[in-house]
């Protein structure tokens, strides 16, 4: 017998609470998988011009959280990832507006940069770094994950998307993402995290590539066989050279993450979407 989970009620303002919160402490302190992976990083590199910037990228993520202040001055585009329990009933409110409510608050209330235009041609400033972009998937139980990704452009900028055939095969699909990376060069602020999204259909790729950039830094897929193809594409990627902020070395990548999805017989599609060398990200369970 599967035990029955009850509905749930869970008040749309306890929602923009949340949201709020972790739009401020996401942009202010880097989770301590992040901390660590960069310390990590610290004690790896052997270039002069490395060291001394991730040194200045550590001590400017320690002031941040000391001073409670954005630890960067693009403090993103507000990604939303919904985790909703199909047991979940939103009740005094409407999820979306709720979200939006959440973001306005945390970035006006917590003096963060407004980064958002209302339409992308007219390019006026919406002035409180709405609209969100949400991501919702209905999952089983009674209750509500929020995870907020602020998403500077900075790396944005370099997110690519392949559509390989299976005659291309795998090593296409490696040297596509190591290629991505070397092409962002210095310009997505190195060192970074890089997420790629493999299979499904093109925007499902894109969306695997974002969402792998929410698992803490450095933690291998729970499949050796994709966990073997993380190291061997952060081993690639590290020999490239670029180094912490284009400054030379072997740390220009923290770790690679890749997400996966069964996809037709036809193609192999393939995203990579980078975090800067800030990867902030937090999330609560409601």
Not at 5 to 32: K, Q, Y
Not at 132 to 157: D, R, W
Request: charge should be negative; include cysteine.
């Amino acid at each position: 017998m599967v035990p029955r989970v009850t509905t749930r009620a869970i008040s749309a303002r306890d929602i923009t609470d949340a949201v709020e919160r972790l739009c401020r402490e996401a942009n202010i302190a880097l989770p301590d998988d992040a901390m660590g992976a960069f310390e990590q990083a610290r004690a790896r590199e052997v270039s002069p011009m490395g060291q001394a910037a991730l040194d200045q990228l550590l001590e400017n993520f320690r002031i941040a959280r000391q001073e409670q202040i954005a630890v960067c001055q693009d403090t993103g585009m507000a990604v939303v990832f919904l985790e909703v329990g199909q047991q979940v009933q939103v009740v005094d409110g409407d999820l979306t507006e709720a979200i939006n409510e959440g973001v306005r608050r945390g970035y006006v209330g917590g003096y963060l940069r407004y980064s958002v235009v209302g339409d992308p041609l007219k390019r006026k400033n919406t002035g409180d770094n709405t609209p969100a972009v949400i991501h919702t998937s209905i999952v089983p139980g009674n209750q509500l994950k929020i995870t907020v990704l602020p998403k500077g452009f900075g790396a944005e900028m370099w997110t690519r998307l392949a559509m390989l055939t299976p005659a291309q095969g795998v090593a296409a699909l490696k040297d596509f993402v190591v290629e991505s990376v070397d092409r962002a060069g210095p310009d997505a602020c190195p060192p970074v995290t890089v997420g790629v999204g493999i299979g499904g259909t093109a925007e499902y790729a894109v969306y695997l590539a974002k969402k792998a950039l929410i698992r803490p830094v450095g933690r291998p897929h729970p499949d050796p066989d994709i966990a073997a193809l993380e190291a061997e594409l952060l081993e690639r990627i590290n020999r490239l050279g670029i180094g912490p902020e284009g400054m030379g070395g072997v740390v220009t990548a923290l770790a690679v993450h890749v997400e996966t999805y069964p996809t037709h017989i036809v193609g192999i599609p393939v995203a990579v979407n980078l975090n800067c060398a800030a990867p902030r990200h937090k999330e609560v369970v409601l």
